[in-house]
Each structure stands twice: as C-alpha cells, then as structure tokens.
C-alpha cells in the first residue's frame, strides 16, 4: 500500500475540471460528503483514464468525498493548482 497523491490520479484538465467545483461548494459552504455524487458523475466521464490506472470511479467518488471532508477544501484546491502549475 501506497500513498496516492492528487497528481498520480488526475491530469492537468481534469484538475480545472475539479477544481471549478470545489471552488463553487466551497463558496456555497457545501459538506464534502454531499458531493459524492457529482463526483461519481464527474469521474464517470474520466472512466477509461482512471480504469487505466486501476482506479474505479466510484470507489474514488467516495474516497474523495471523504478525504475532502477531513482536509478541507483549501488543501485540495492547493493541490490541484499544484497539478494545473506543472503540466504547463
């Protein structure tokens, strides 16, 4: 068992993708575990990319939900800027 980081998962685009919506709920004060199924819907898109890397998206939607409901929406969003800065 490894840890996973953001950047193992998620490319460049996906990484705007998804930080357009954190930014959103956070602005919206939304819970973390309320959007895990726009991220099921989210990551349903980005099938064939995650399967490729043996990450079922469902499984992520929750794992997502979950970590984001314990580091907060600030620590995510950092770490996809971090994404979105390399890949340019």
Known sequence: MRLVELSDI????????????LEEAKRKKRDPLELT????QLFSKWESDLIAKEILPDYLAYAFAFVLSKAGYDKAINELNKIIAESK
Not at 37 to 40: A, H, M, N, Q, V
């Open 10 to 21: 998620f490319n460049r685009e996906q990484a705007k993708e998804l930080k357009k919506i």
């Open 37 to 40: 199924d726009e991220f099921k």
